[in-house]
């Protein structure tokens, strides 16, 4: 009998859990810990913000989809891993051993390292649902009070895509309710060049997103160090190639969203072997740590380096669909050593996005991350909203289920002709 827990019930963790049960024999014992016993779907959290969606919509009871599959739910959330004990302490003082254990705990969200940066002082955040609906207050107050936008991702963020994709769908939401002509917008990036997405751009993800920006009359800085930010007023440092100060510049806002850096959460960062210094979890091609080989990462708690030098930090974003291969492989790889094998599966790691616009929206493919690719595709139109909605439907529906893959999710897939999405491949055991 193996025991064997999955830390996070994110987007990762619970079809990481759904997966992994589908390969455990009988005897085995699967335990999923998260902070809490729901699931929100965190793609969905732009919607939130601007009223187009409930946070109830987009959530679903964890507690009831996982007594139903036969996994124990321990919703006290981990207050510290011991690798070199296998086991983990939960935050009410308890603690669960494991022989193999997924970390899948996604980002702590590093709001102070920009003083005045977050939902807690002056700007909004979309990373949570939580903080979706606080934001959703704040766009009600632009509603009745129209002033500058401001958003963006900071420097060190890795999470572009959704800065953009918020940004669309905040303009689209003005113009329904006719006040984006009372909202000056300005688009606020570490990125080097607009589309960059920490990928280096991705097909023509430059010029279709900056065609899209000045269709919309959204302005844009690039090379962005937000310094601080104060009650309706942004500091931004705009820098060179070499990263000394081209300009400086001070933006009022009467609302501003942006993407803060990630990095490692509280439970795992400063483990030595375990993670890197920023608190990501170090793994191989197997997803699995090199010290504590055990132990396998999944998701955005993983460590990825940057895909080239930048004048500021840009990391690599890590979107669902990337995630979902690391799921496969890590499920493929933990049933090989329960059966005394090696573990031989590898994902693919190709980054798909589709970032919606609310009316209509841009779709890339990136395979391999790093360029030059095999596929470097990107594409727009109406279709990339309507397969948004689909994502979110099916997504949800997987997760209510606990199933980690349905015949509609295939079906759907393929109709975008992205189908090997969840590939893995097999290479010779180390
Ligand atoms: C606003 C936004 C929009 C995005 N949109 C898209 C999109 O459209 N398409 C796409 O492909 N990707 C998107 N992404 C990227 C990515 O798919 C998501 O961030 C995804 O949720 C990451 O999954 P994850 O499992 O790694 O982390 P998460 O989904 O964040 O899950 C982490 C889980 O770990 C739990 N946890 C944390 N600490 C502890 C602890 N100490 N103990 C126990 N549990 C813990 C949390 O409670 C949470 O349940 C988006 C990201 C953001 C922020």
Known sequence: MAKIVVLGAGLGGSIMAYEMKAKLRAEDQLTVVNLGASYSFVPSNPWVAVGWRSADEITVDLASVMKKKGIELKPQGAQRVHPDENRIVLNDGTDVDYDYLIIATGPDLAFDEV????????????????????????????????????????????CYGPAYEFTFILDTALRQKKKRDQVPMTFVTAEPYIGHLGLDGVGDTKGLLERAMRDRHIKWITNAKVTKVEPRKMFVDEVNDDGTVKQSHELPFAFSMMLPAFKGVPAVLGIEGLTNPRGFITIDKYQRNPTYPNVFGIGVCVAIPPVGKTPLPVGVPKTGFMIESMVTATAENIAALLKGEEPRAVATWNAVCLADFGDQG?????????????????????????????????????????????????????????????????????
Do not use: M
């Not at 649902?129 to 991702?153: I, M, N």
């Not at 979110?392 to 997760?399: A, P, Q, T, Y």
């Not at 509609?408 to 393929?414: D, G, H, I």
């Open 362 to 430: 841009i779709a890339f493919v990136a395979q391999p991350q790093i360029p030059p690719r095999n596929v470097n595709w990107a594409s727009e139109g109406k279709w990339v909203h309507i397969a948004k909605i689909g994502f979110e439907k099916f997504f949800l529906h997987k997760i209510r289920s606990g199933r980690s893959e349905t015949f509609y999710e295939n079906l759907f897939l393929e109709a975008l002709g992205i189908k090997k999405l969840k590939d893995v491949h097999l290479e010779a055991a180390e």
């Open 115 to 158: 003083p005045g940066l977050g939902p807690e002082a002056n700007t909004q955040s979309i990373c949570q649902t939580d903080h979706a609906v606080q934001a959703r207050y704040a766009f009600e107050a632009l509603e009745k009070s129209p002033g500058p936008v401001v958003t963006g991702a900071v420097q060190g963020a890795s």
